[in-house]
């Protein structure tokens, strides 16, 4: 959600905030373009590196598309791509119903409007929980469907012949007269008729760019480093550079600052403290970054967090042993009593960083009654309410331009708006009218929060003489990602915040006599959902549990899963073609050890077996294969690149990765010490995808969770023991 906001229960309450979100009705009467007076008038923020979408003469077909006369279309993006391929996506579904072709499609991000660019699964203006296909799925089809039927009823008008003869095929209009013309002959005519409320779709069966290939729109920007396209490359004029000093405990204040060494820097304007910590104001970034080492500062640290991770770990090994908030009620103790063998285990998942490639950044412009910023914006919805607020202006004074953006996995979607509203007060508090760029350096990301909060589970499960499961008893105790924000009412109920169990009180087992419990201890380190959210450690606990039961009743691990999911066809589906992809049912070679595990996460099934070596406690991981059900699949590539990247993510993590704390203060600043899985490290993947006619759901987020359990199944074939103490260099294992 955002990576990781897809739960349901956030859905629900995303709609209940965004009281301007337009219903369905709404959205058809929005695509209506010209004909509902929506579109006219709309300018589409410029973006250097992309075409010049809204050039004069262009012609706005609805808020989604725009055709040139030159006949480039250009696709209107509303969510952000930060690298998951979203907008390639987006452009796919327009080009497939307007027939164009792929090389005249080009792409722009969508102003921040919450009346025309709501993600329909929130009701508000976002990018997260894999929903960017699913919500845009019949809208952009529609809106390209649309666009197409008026450029042929122009075409038809200009050559005096029915509509129904004019064809429509690789981006030329033709008619069996021989006339033919490209889009722009038509592209202004066209804009000025009014477009159908339903426009025709094309069936599955005609579909020629849907479940094809689809060139990369964002590969040739990208390539060529063209500026502006990440925000970290905006420059302008008279722009000056913010480095922050902010506090090295959360909670922590400002007492004093004495900026005298830094004012002498070179290049410095300005030093100032606020809410945010102390400000570095200086005419380029290495003056700013130098200048920020020589201001001292004073904390007052009365407020702040100050235990280290070790001791709030010992603190929830407490709560362990005291019963918790209720998410699933069942037996379990009395179903543990008629258990032939029990499996007993605690687990302990750290904090973890998102850590993106391109660190936070943002350039805020105030001039009087306008505030423009461009980032990365995740949820430009929530940035812009939030920065009008603090700026005191109306948020229909606030434009977000929207970047590209190098990562996020949820770094970026932040209910505070933390980066944004940060941007905001620094430029208020300088105040005058000049471009501001707030620049985090690694170490500012990866020590200035938010975390994948650090949770401890403890499980108690048994299986019968015949071999099957009969009692679970499950235990959680972590940070709840929405307790204390304006979420909480929708998403805490009773004591249970959904995103923390979820994967285990909804799990599609058939496991009798289980329940659920869950501590939320309130800790002062700042807390968000990380890709995947719950699932990253519900999954891990869930599939190497099961594992452990089917070796504790002397079963095949995949028979034992197979079992257990019969009311859930598609699991069984992707668990089995990701066993036979993987010869299962054959030896391994010999030093090499498979793992299996699978798991539904915003509503896309994902199976995966890991192949793995291993030299003492040092685990490589050769291969893994994924089977994938995301219902229809828009463009195969992107799926996999998706689960490629899903399973060097997990990979990371569970290897080597997390965030420790002493005395309230993080111990990595950067990739030495928080290191990302190297190319080196990456195994050979195979991605299987499920031909499937199903609505299609996400693909950023579920392939993260199988592939921690499906290594560490693979581990306890070569140890006799899984790994329990996260990331594996912990080496509880051998």
């Known amino acids: 959600m955002l990576h990781t906001i897809g739960h349901p229960v956030f859905e629900r309450a995303t709609r209940a905030l965004a009281s301007a979100a337009p219903s369905r009705r709404g959205f058809l009467k929005a695509i209506g373009g010209a004909g509902a007076g929506l579109a006219v008038g709309l300018v589409l923020p410029g973006l250097k590196a992309g075409p010049a979408a809204a050039a004069a003469g262009d012609g706005v077909f609805n808020p989604f598309v725009t055709i040139g006369t030159d006949g480039a279309v250009t696709v209107v993006v509303k969510h952000l791509d930060k690298g998951q391929g979203i907008a390639t996506g987006l452009a796919t ?3 497939e119903e307007l027939d164009a072709d792929p090389a005249q499609i080009r792409t722009t991000f969508a102003p921040a409007d919450v009346t025309r660019y709501a993600n329909l699964d929130f009701g508000m203006q976002g990018t997260g929980g894999s929903t960017s296909i699913h919500n845009s799925f019949e809208q952009y089809r529609k809106a390209g469907a649309a666009a197409r039927a008026m450029l042929v009823e122009a075409a038809a008008k200009a050559w005096g012949v029915p509509a129904a003869e004019v064809t429509v095929a690789a981006g030329r209009i033709g008619h069996a007269s021989g006339r033919s013309a490209g889009f722009g002959d038509f592209a202004d005519a ?3 008729l009014p477009a159908a409320a339903e426009p025709k779709l094309k069936s599955p ?14 590969v040739p920007n990208k390539s060529h480093g063209a ?3 990440y925000g970290m490359d905006v420059h302008m004029d008279g722009m000056l550079v913010v480095t922050v000093i902010r506090a090295p405990k959360w909670g922590a204040t400002v007492k004093s600052f004495d900026a005298a060494a830094a004012l002498k820097v070179r290049g410095v304007v300005d030093v100032k403290s606020g809410p945010f910590g102390v400000a570095v104001f200086a005419d380029k970034t290495f003056p700013a ?4 080492d020589l201001v001292t500062v004073e904390w007052d640290f009365s407020k702040a967090e100050t235990r280290g991770t070790d001791a709030i770990l010992a603190d929830y090994r407490k709560l362990l042993d005291q019963p918790g908030a209720v998410a699933r009620t069942g037996d379990a103790e009395a179903g543990l009593k008629g258990a032939a063998k029990v499996v007993e285990a605690e687990y302990v998942f750290p904090y973890l960083a998102h850590a993106p490639m391109e660190p936070l950044d943002v350039t805020v412009l105030v001039d009087k009654d306008k505030a423009t910023f461009w980032t990365g914006s995740q949820m430009p919805t929530v940035d812009q309410g939030t920065a009008a607020a603090i700026l005191g202006l109306k948020p229909e004074q606030v434009e977000i331009v929207t970047l590209w953006a190098g990562g996020s996995f949820g770094r970026r979607a932040i209910l505070d708006a933390h980066y944004v509203a940060e941007a905001a007060l620094i430029a208020k508090a300088f105040g005058e009218p000049r471009p501001i760029k707030v620049v985090w350096t690694r170490e500012d990301d990866i020590r200035g929060g938010y975390y994948r909060p650090m949770y401890v589970h403890r499980v108690r499960a048994g299986v019968d003489a015949a071999g099957k499961i009969v009692g679970w008893h499950h235990r959680i105790v972590g940070q709840s990602i929405f307790t204390g924000t304006m979420m909480e009412q929708y998403v805490v109920k009773d004591g249970v915040d959904a995103t923390s169990i979820e994967g285990t009180a909804d799990t599609t087992y058939a496991i009798p006599a289980m329940q659920v419990e869950l501590h939320s201890p309130k800790v002062g380190v700042p807390v968000l959902w990380w890709r995947s959210v719950g699932n ?6 869930m599939e190497t549990m099961v594992d452990a039961l089917a070796a504790a009743a002397g079963k095949d691990p995949l028979e034992f899963r197979l079992a257990l999911i019969q009311d859930d066809p598609r699991k069984v589906a992707v668990l089995k073609l990701a066993a036979e992809k ?4 054959t030896p391994a070679a010999e030093g090499r050890h498979r793992g299996i595990a699978v798991h539904k996460s915003f509503n896309t099934y994902v199976a995966e ?4 070596t291993m030299d003492g406690s040092t685990v490589k991981v050769e291969k893994v294969v994924c089977a994938v059900d995301c219902g229809v699949a828009v463009n195969p590539d992107n799926i996999r690149a998706q689960m490629e990247g899903g399973i060097g993510f997990g990979l990371g993590a569970v290897l080597r990765d997390g965030i420790t704390l002493t005395d309230g203060t993080v111990d990595q600043g950067n990739f030495d010490g928080y290191e990302p899985i190297r190319m080196s490290d990456m195994p050979a993947i195979e991605v299987h995808i499920v031909a499937s006619a199903e609505a299609p759901t996400g693909v950023g987020e579920p392939g993260v969770p199988p592939i921690g359990p499906a290594v560490a199944n693979a581990v306890f074939k070569a140890t006799g023991r899984h790994p329990r103490n996260l990331p594996f260099s912990n080496a509880d294992f051998v």
């Open 582 to 585: 993987a010869g299962w049912t």
């Open 609 to 612: 077996v890991a192949e793995v």
């Open 93 to 95: 579904l327009v080009a």
């Open 536 to 541: 990253t450690h519900t999954a891990y606990v």
């Open 289 to 292: 970054i130098k200048a920020r």
């Open 227 to 229: 500026p502006d396209t």
């Open 190 to 192: 066209a804009a000025a």
């Open 205 to 218: 069966e005609q579909w020629t760019l849907i479940g094809k290939s689809f060139p990369r729109v964002d």
